[in-house]
């Protein structure tokens, strides 16, 4: 079997995953820093694998990991040994850490936060507007990122004067070109920040889940301090970065095919439909770490081996020929039926997608109901992939953003 190794710099995703797929459903990758996993590449294989419970989170069945070969200041160690959460364990103490999660994001409550995101979406739209004529807008930096990052700050209860540094740290947290002598510093510093929310929280409770999690331990439920910080910077993680690359693929996809954005502006395709395409197609995760085989289990026509790492390829499977018949590799924002599994499956499925969901389907037609002269200010082609073999995520998205809707050009 060949060996594909990822490019730390995500200049060609397409044909990555391209790549991952024509090497069978269990694919030899190199991450970036020579570390060697499994990857699985198709949609059969990898709903399978995710509720098979001999594939655990354990990393200490990591044959790698119990030989020593992980150096702490890999850049990629925060997302493979994150702590102790609800994404790091099986069983009963992952329905214990979880539980409190699932029930403060099932729909019904996630629907509550409508008001507010709309609140928040119009507030960005605003501030839009206001900005000079003519001029290109970094649609990403704009409104892509102070959305979700809002959001899932008032569900937690995290200050807004804590963005700026937030931000900063979780960029090089994400980023494969985090030169390794700063990382153990990177990592140091999200834990002393996190464990000051967690204080602050602790002497001044609110009507967020950072306080219930602090209740619950305190009321029998057992969480430690080490779980609440993890949960925290999980959530934190997670509930923006998919969401704001969720919303900039999506306006890639609809400035990328006229024929289909001018349905959807038109009402002949709804917002449910683009969104849900977007996540197949272009999908806002490219590769999760990490799992572990604690026994040979067989994948396709090959073989996980006892001990090995495996990840799971979204951005592949997403494009199974298999899954999605010829037309795998089209964005086709009227695709039905769309089962696609880009927010996972099994016990560790995203408990954040209704909330990421909701949020884009609020934000994107709003910002095409405000702009619908909004276009690329460059050629596709120019945009460019920031170096995080996790996440598919742009640099920027420059757009003109034309006559707002009932204004009036300059």
Request: glycine share 8%; hydrophobic share 40%.
């Amino acid at each position: 079997m060949t060996r594909i190794a990822l490019d730390p710099f995500v200049r060609d995703l397409d044909g990555e995953s391209a790549a991952l797929r024509a090497a069978g459903p269990l694919a030899e990758v190199e991450l970036p820093g020579g570390v060697h996993v499994y990857a699985v590449t198709r949609h059969a294989e990898a709903r399978a694998l995710l509720t098979d419970s001999r594939v655990v989170k354990d990393i200490n069945v990591w044959n790698a990991w119990r030989r020593g070969e992980i150096p702490m200041d890999w850049p990629l160690i925060g997302l493979a040994n994150p702590g102790r959460s609800m994404l790091t364990v099986d069983g009963a103490d992952h329905r214990r850490l979880r539980t409190l999660v699932a029930q403060a994001l099932t729909v019904k409550r996630v629907e509550r936060l409508r008001a507010g995101i709309e609140a928040l979406t119009n507030a960005s739209l605003e501030k839009l507007a206001a900005l000079p004529a003519g001029e290109p807008v970094d649609l990403k930096a704009e409104f892509a990122y102070p959305l979700p990052m809002n959001v899932v700050s008032e569900l937690m209860g995290v200050d807004a004067a804590d963005h700026p540094r937030l931000k900063e740290l979780f960029e090089k947290f994400f980023s494969t070109q985090t030169p390794p002598e700063e990382v153990p510093q990177m990592m140091a510093d999200l834990g002393t920040l996190f464990t000051k929310i967690v204080d602050d929280k602790r002497a001044n409770p609110g009507d967020d889940l950072t306080s219930a999690l602090i209740a619950a331990s305190e009321n029998g439920d057992h969480l430690t301090d080490e779980e609440i910080v993890n949960t925290l910077q999980l959530i934190i993680a997670a509930g923006h970065e998919t969401t704001i690359s969720l919303i900039v693929n999506v306006v890639e996809a609809l400035q990328t095919h006229p024929e289909q954005r001018k349905k959807v502006l038109g009402g002949e395709i709804g917002w449910d439909g683009v969104i849900e395409e977007t996540l197949r197609w272009n999908t806002p995760t490219s590769h999760v770490l990490i799992r572990f085989a604690t026994e040979d289990i067989e994948v396709g026509d090959r073989v996980l081996p006892k001990g090995e790492g495996l990840i799971i390829s979204f951005g592949a499977l997403g494009r199974d020929e298999e899954q999605y018949g010829p037309t795998a590799g089209e964005f086709d924002a009227a695709r039905t039926p769309n089962r696609h599994i880009a927010f996972g499956h099994g016990p560790h499925v995203c408990p954040g997608a209704a909330l990421s969901r909701l949020e884009a389907g609020i934000a994107l037609p709003a910002l095409y109901k405000r702009f619908p002269e909004l276009d690329l200010a460059v050629p596709a082609s120019e945009l460019r992939n920031k170096p995080i073999v996790t996440q598919n995520d742009l640099y920027e998205l420059p757009v003109e953003l034309g006559c707002p809707f009932g204004g009036d050009k300059k």
